[in-house]
Each structure stands twice: as C-alpha cells, then as structure tokens.
Nanobody, 123 residues
C-alpha cells in the first residue's frame, strides 16, 4: 500500500506564513503529479496547487503570488509554502498524488489522498 501524510498545518495570524509538507510512503515505483487541495465545510474541495514530475506548476488564481508548490522527488515529498495568509485561506488542506505502486510484482497507478491538515488563520 502507499500513503500520503501531511504535516505543517496550524494556527497563524493573517499575513503570516506556513509551510505544508506531504510525504509519500510505501512500495513506490514513481510519482507523477503531486499537489494540494483544500476544503471548508459546505464547499467543494478545490485545487490549490499542483506540480508535475517535470516541475510544471498550476495554481488557484486566488493564491498566485502568495503560495509556492515544490517537490523533492528523491524524498517523494511535496511542499506548499503559504505566505501572506488570509482568513479565506483557512481550510483543511489535502495532499494528492498519482503514484505508481508496486504490488505483487505489478505496477499500478493510483490516485492517493492524504488525511488532511488543518490551517486556521486568525484576523
């Protein structure tokens, strides 16, 4: 099995910064796209930022210029640096990745989600 585990969430004041980390573990052959989504109560989960294996990035318009997504492929880890946080950024942030997993000598590509990490922004 493969898993994603997020860390780095917490409570910050508006204008502050947080750095989220997400590490993949398990019998991993490779990882394609990795990224972050967020969700608040009563709202659909939305894409925040993604990064491909080649380094191409995609951002939600409202976080452009404030958030930076990056990855360390050797560590199977993706990061989200969040600067100038706003109250509307408060949400549960979920890591997502397309992972090639080895199982019973077979390679299967799976869409994997982390458990989520809570980001709270105080005004």
């Amino acid at each position: 099995q493969v898993h994603l585990v997020e860390s780095g969430g917490g409570l910050v004041q508006a204008g502050g910064s947080l750095r989220l980390s997400c590490a993949a573990s398990g019998n991993i052959f490779n990882i394609n796209d990795m990224g972050w989504y967020r969700q608040t109560p009563g709202k659909q989960r939305e894409l925040v930022a993604t990064v491909s294996k080649s380094g191409n990035t995609n951002y939600l318009d409202s976080v452009k210029g404030r958030f930076t997504v990056s990855r360390d492929s050797a560590k199977n880890t993706v990061y989200l640096q969040m600067n100038n946080l706003k109250p509307e950024d408060a949400a549960v942030y979920y890591c997502n990745a397309e992972i090639g997993a080895l199982s019973a000598d077979l390679l299967r590509y799976l869409e994997v989600w982390g458990q989520g990490t809570l980001v709270t922004v105080s005004s």
